[in-house]
T-cell receptor
């Protein structure tokens, strides 16, 4: 148990569906992240939020839409995805985004786009 | 931007032997180098990290060494056990990385009894 909970753990969706991934952290951290993990590729940072404000967006397509309503919750809204978007989506949190410190990851949401 | 190369991609060792994983980075101003372990079905978990003002750090059976001149750092696991089997990722934080850690592609370590 890392203190970061992601739901759902598995999601299968068609290209025309709209779905959302949810992340909740119980660590009192100020920063939350979305990472994409694909086979044989490095972890890719997608979005960073600090105190509910988006501070980084790594050229992610607009079919991925993040939302951070408070410092404990982070969502990734998905719509009109492509099969190549199938991957493990990892949420993480840290004390502060600007300091070199530990990232605490959730167990991930395995997304399959048909 | 920062580029992190990690080798080998797979590593198989006998229980009790040592395992070494190596990473190189491109940004000479990088100052933070963590190692994460990812077990099957779980998210990555930090196991050890080192900052650029230190050459070596040890925590029980794991150690990390950093060579700033050559721009490489390594993870050493001694007396390996089957529960060490996992995917290990190195990462580097460059001076121009913003908030990003740049990860290597990972090393799948298998420790056989």
């Amino acid at each position: 148990e890392t203190g970061v909970t992601q739901t759902p753990r598995h999601l299968v969706m068609g290209m025309t569906n709209k779905k959302s991934l949810k992340c909740e952290q119980h660590l009192g951290h100020n920063a939350m992240y979305w990472y994409k993990q694909s086979a044989k590729k490095p972890l890719e940072l997608m979005f960073v939020y600090s105190l509910e404000e988006r501070v980084e967006n790594n050229s992610v397509p607009s079919r991925f839409s993040p939302e951070c309503p408070n410092s404990s919750h982070l969502f990734l809204h998905l719509h009109t995805l492509q099969p190549e978007d199938s991957a493990l989506y990892l949420c993480a949190s840290s004390q502060e985004p600007s300091l070199a410190g530990e990232l605490f990851f959730g167990e991930g949401s395995r997304l399959t786009v048909l | 931007g920062e580029n992190v190369e990690q080798h080998p991609s797979t590593l198989s060792v006998q229980e009790g032997d040592s395992a070494v994983i190596k990473c190189t980075y491109s940004d000479s101003a990088s100052n933070y180098f963590p190692w994460y372990k990812q077990e099957l079905g779980k998210g990555p978990q930090l196991i050890i990290d080192i900052r650029s003002n230190v050459g070596e750090k040890k925590d029980q059976r794991i150690a990390v060494t950093l060579n700033k001149t050559a721009k490489h750092f390594s993870l050493h696991i001694t007396e390996t056990q089957p529960e060490d089997s996992a995917v290990y990722f190195c990462a580097a934080r460059g001076s121009n990385s913003g908030y990003a850690l740049n990860f290597g592609k990972g090393t799948s370590l298998l420790v056989t009894p």
